[in-house]
């Protein structure tokens, strides 16, 4: 046993699988910066009730929340070709992840702005702070901040997340390490540990910082 | 569409049959080792306390699909051979149990400690007064988060496809190929899910709104 873990994690195909692992979070960082941008318009423009508008956006996001990502990842790689727009792997990845996690932020948005007391808006209007200039400078940065730890812990579902592009074959860990034990049966479970054990320190880590997070935000 | 429908109707049934057992075989087993986590995070034992935390965090923190495959590649090679039907509903069933103890705990913190003294002082021994007192409480909180979980483990049934589960997801995949009519039968299998998830949601975002 201890042979094939010796034998398995080369120098190579650990860096064959680290690389998949800076993949894993390339994709994650780019999407969730994305999908933080996106979903911070989407969920405005559902709290800020345009007629018309925002019914549709909410009904956009409550959609595609409610799928499984793993068919907006098949629509992206598989579905958009078919109206003319061929996305490789990575960008395909890149555009699922992002879809479904604005969606996801949009909400988380939404509710940090109802969090705000009504009285910060109210006292803003008061002083003559117009509406979109009291959102802007007075509703959302408090918001943001307490939106802070519900970010970090999206993140770790991104991450996690970021191994069902598997598919559509984006050479990411998990894709990587079944490269490597396609090789040599004896490296399967040598690759498991590795897989697991990167992913569990990274998305542990990431938790551990959303935990300070929260219990800073709570003793303020 | 509507062609697609009458060419694969039985294949899509057959999936969805799939993503239903699957999902609440999964929904049950979560619930219950949910249950029994969340207790053993709020034991007055050290140990137990930390037995349970380990295991949310490494439930928490490793992606479900490595999960399932560990139970499709792995366990095979040692134990016995699982079906991909059976490998997928294990793993779905322990990813999600994590969650579900993490939202049943934050349920049993939010009853008043009073409860619990009131119970002891009137008799009952710990475990009494967790079963019978704190914990149906605990339960009315947290039926709101466990209604989100579920619509997030019906999404996650959907790894089945990974492993040969026949689920909707994999049935969709194979029709897709095989019709050619990729973004119809997407659509089709999007509009499936929408129907199982979407009234869940609803439902309990009135009952977040009813309890508020």
Redesign the interface.
């Known amino acids: 046993m201890l042979h094939d873990f010796i034998a398995a994690y080369t120098p190579a195909n650990l860096r064959y699988l680290f690389g998949g692992l800076g993949l894993t979070l390339l994709v994650s960082v780019v999407s969730i910066l994305a999908s933080f941008l996106l979903g911070s318009i989407l969920g405005i423009i559902r709290y800020v009730r345009i007629k018309g508008l925002s019914a549709a956006v909410g009904g956009i996001i409550d959609v595609i929340r409610n799928l499984p990502l793993i068919l907006i990842l098949f629509f992206t790689y598989f579905g958009l070709p078919n109206l003319g727009i061929r996305p490789g792997v990575l960008v395909a990845a890149i555009l699922a992840m992002t879809i479904f996690e604005s969606a996801m932020l949009a909400e988380i948005v939404r509710s940090g702005i109802q969090a705000i007391d009504k009285g910060q808006m109210e006292g803003a209007r008061a002083n003559g702070l117009t509406y979109w200039q009291a959102l802007w400078h007075i509703v959302l940065p408090q918001a943001m901040v307490k939106m802070i730890p519900a970010l970090v812990s999206q993140f770790i579902s991104l991450v996690k997340d970021t191994s069902l592009a598997t598919i559509i074959l984006l050479p990411e860990m998990l894709y990587r390490s079944q490269i490597i034990y396609g090789q040599d049966s004896n490296y399967i479970v040598p690759m498991f540990v590795a897989v697991a054990t990167l992913y569990f320190i990274v998305c542990f880590l990431l938790s551990l910082l959303a935990h300070w997070l929260e219990r800073r935000q709570a003793r303020a | 569409m509507i062609n697609l429908i009458h060419t694969y109707g039985s294949l899509l049934l057959v999936g969805l049959r799939h993503t239903l057992t699957c999902s609440l075989i999964a929904l049950a087993a979560s619930l219950l080792l949910g249950t029994v986590v969340a207790l053993l995070e709020v034991a007055p034992e050290r140990w137990l306390r930390g037995v349970a935390r380990t295991y949310i965090?490494?439930f928490?923190?490793?992606?479900?699909?490595?999960i399932t495959?560990?139970f499709y590649?792995?366990v095979p090679?040692y134990v016995i051979k699982l079906t991909g039907f059976v490998a997928g509903t294990i793993g779905l069933s322990l990813y999600t149990s994590a969650f579900i103890a993490e939202t049943i705990r934050s349920g049993i913190r939010a009853v008043d400690p009073g409860q619990m003294e009131g119970a002891r002082a009137n008799g009952l021994s710990y475990w009494q007064a967790m079963r019978v007192i704190v914990l149906p409480q605990a339960f009315r909180y947290v039926i709101p988060p466990l209604g989100n979980q579920f619509?997030n483990l019906v999404?996650?049934?959907?790894?089945l496809?990974?492993v040969g589960g026949f689920d909707l997801?994999y049935q969709?995949?194979n029709i897709?190929s095989d019709s050619m009519a990729?973004?119809a039968t997407?659509a089709v299998?999007?509009l499936l899910?929408?129907a199982i998830?979407?009234p869940i949601?609803s439902y309990m975002r009135y009952l977040e709104k009813r309890l508020a």
């Not at chain 2, 928490?60 to 490595?66: A, C, D, H, Q």
């Not at chain 2, 999404?155 to 790894?159: I, Q, V």
Request: hydrophobic residues 55%; charged residues 10%.
């Open positions: 965090e490494i928490r923190n490793i992606p479900l699909l490595v495959l560990f590649v792995v090679l619509v999404k996650n049934s959907s790894t496809a990974f997801m969709g995949n897709a990729t973004m997407y299998v999007g899910y929408l998830t979407l949601s």
